[in-house]
């Protein structure tokens, strides 16, 4: 199996402008997680959803997130619009059944917001 | 508010010598606890897990033991390694109470860099 894939790995924008971060999930796992990486804050978890329903987004920082799951295999976070404190690695994980605490991480997208 | 502290942001360690890294957790519901480990410019990759119904979990060069009375897990490595080197994150998870959740709250990382 490919891994969990990230796109872009890397995202330079301007603020106020609109972001939109991918990734296809492990096939086969029915979880998928949005985590935020910060020196101050560590892997802050933003979403996560099972079989493509959001089940918690109590880590959404403000309104401006937003996160879907269309099917399966693939999932969006957007950010609208950007701020320089969104700048962070953003991480999109996977996990294949209830229960199973490994998750499987992408290799992530560095978003830098100026 | 920090429900898993991981207090010492890097930790330095001559090759062949012992690394002890910590972790304390606040939650006295968090019953599964996970290490993972993240190269730069990489994801992070599960190490090893412990049930909170044990108090030891072993693999290879890696140990990590867990104190609930003090709210406290820590991993060993022995020997270390060049190739250990990288970040350690702590996990824990809420697990089987009120219903199984995949949820997992991580602490903020310690650097571990081993030294030839």
């Known amino acids: 199996d490919a891994g969990v894939i990230q796109s872009p790995r890397h995202e330079v924008t301007e603020m106020g402008q609109e972001v939109t971060l991918r990734c296809k999930p492990i096939s086969g796992h029915d979880y998928l997680f949005w985590y935020r990486q910060t020196m101050m804050r560590g892997l802050e978890l933003l979403i996560y959803f099972n079989n493509n329903v959001p089940i918690d987004d109590s880590g959404m920082p403000e309104d401006r997130f937003s996160a879907k799951m269309p099917n399966a295999s693939f999932s969006t976070l957007k950010i609208q619009p950007s701020e320089p404190r969104d700048s962070a690695v953003y991480f999109c994980a996977s996990s294949y059944r209830l229960g199973a605490y490994e998750q499987y991480f992408g290799p992530g997208t560095r978003l830098t917001v100026t | 508010d920090q429900q898993v502290k991981q207090n010492s942001p890097s930790l330095s360690v001559q090759e062949g010598r012992i690394s002890i890294l910590n972790c304390d957790y606040t939650?006295?519901?968090?019953?599964?606890f996970l290490w993972y480990k993240k190269y730069p410019a990489e994801g992070p990759t599960f190490l090893i897990s412990?049930?909170?119904?044990?108090d030891k979990n072993e693999d290879g060069r890696f140990t990590v033991f867990l104190n609930k009375s003090a709210k406290h897990l820590s991993l060993h490595i022995v020997p270390s390694q060049p190739g250990d080197s990288a970040v350690y994150f702590c996990?824990?998870?809420?697990?089987?109470?009120?219903?199984?959740?995949?949820?997992?709250?991580f602490g903020t990382g310690t650097l571990l860099a081993v030294q030839p």
């Open positions: 996990a824990a998870s809420e697990g089987n109470y009120g219903g199984a959740t995949n949820k997992l709250i």
């Open positions: 939650n006295s519901m968090f019953d599964y």
């Open positions: 412990i049930s909170s119904i044990k």
